[in-house]
């Protein structure tokens, strides 16, 4: 006797009784296997059919060979999984609704009560807000370390650090910090390291592999690489979603433990999304890096505006010589960075000339986030993020610059326009 059901399938045959509505939906034709294109096809699924209850029994919703629900895995975002894997240099991947669900991920699968977390002093804002609001109500400390001094690392030291957070650089304040310091001081101590990689990208330098050329098991690196694909990966500004990546297998399965027991699925679309846009991230990245290091060095040249330029390719930016140590390379003398730079306007101008140069601008609308095609502009207030005033900067207004896809003749020109705009303004008096 053959077996009824569908080798492939494994549904039974249509039954020639079934009403309209059943044979729509158990209706048997399946196109042929051996689909091939470009892009993966997009799987979307909350139930995953199962052949048989002996199939069903013997899958394992972390068994990265089978399918069990929508939540656990598609076809789509186990691509996706894989290929950022390969970009940041590890070899497990998590997916999360955003890069701040990532960080909360992270803290969430790693941290219990009494224990305590380490944060950089110009940590991603709303991580901090996380660990303040969200973990303290668990029992979960934090403290604060400066990102420049290595040595602060051992004076915010407890007996219940767990986990340092690193970033590289500063999302707003652009210090690079001397990752192999970082690292080698938190690893002596017991305590594992996570990286916030969304500047570096996977591209900037290894965050597994932070001294080139140690053998295979040798390497030193961050045991958890945080991206929020929200920016570069997705590359255009409508896509949320962030990952975490190890090398660690028994890590990768903590975080898989606490990522299947919050629930934190991602859309097939979203993935989509972001699958459709990585072949062109190198590109993007290259661009945006080279239009932003050009403004930020035109910004560098107008010092009777700017009292600081904040880029860590920049000589004189906070951490420079931090970021040619991980980003330079023989290959890549110039190194790569973010599409990112901050300025501090000269103390003279007035927070409303400031915010008058910020609503001239045309091409750089004003809004949060990078990496996608629209370049933007922000203005921060140092004072609410970091008090007291951190030494190594200056006194004054700071705006952060995302560089997007534009020509970055017309970047230029429209900081020109915006200048004068500031200018004007201290002419009506309003300053
Ligand atoms: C944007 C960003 C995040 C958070 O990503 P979302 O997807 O917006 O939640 C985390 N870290 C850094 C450095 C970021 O720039």
Redo the contacts with the bound molecule.
Sequence with gaps: MVDPRDERTGSAPPDRGWSLATALIHHPYRPPAGFDAPQPGVFKASTVFFPSVAAMRARHWSDRRGYTYGLHGTPTSFTLQERLATLEGGSHCTLAP????A?ALVDLSLLAAGDEVLLPQNA?G??LALARDELARYGIGHRLYDPLRPESLSESWGPRVRLVWV?AAG?VTMEFPDLVALVERSHRSGALVAL?N??GSGLAFRPFDLVPGRSAGQELGVDLSVH?L??YPSGGGDV???SVVTRDAVLHRRIEQTHMRLGLGVGANDVEAVLRALPSLELRYDAQDAAARTLARWCARRSDVFAQVLHPALEGSPGHAHWRVSCCTAQRPGGRAAGLFSVIFDARYSQAQVDAFCDALRCFRLGY??GGPVSLVMPYDIQSLRAPWPAHLARGSLVRFSVGLEAVEDLQRDLEQGLRALERHADSGQG
């Design positions: 955003s890069g701040l669900a960080i991603y709303p991580g970033e999302s916030d969304t500047w929020a929200t920016k949320l979603m962030g986030s990078w």
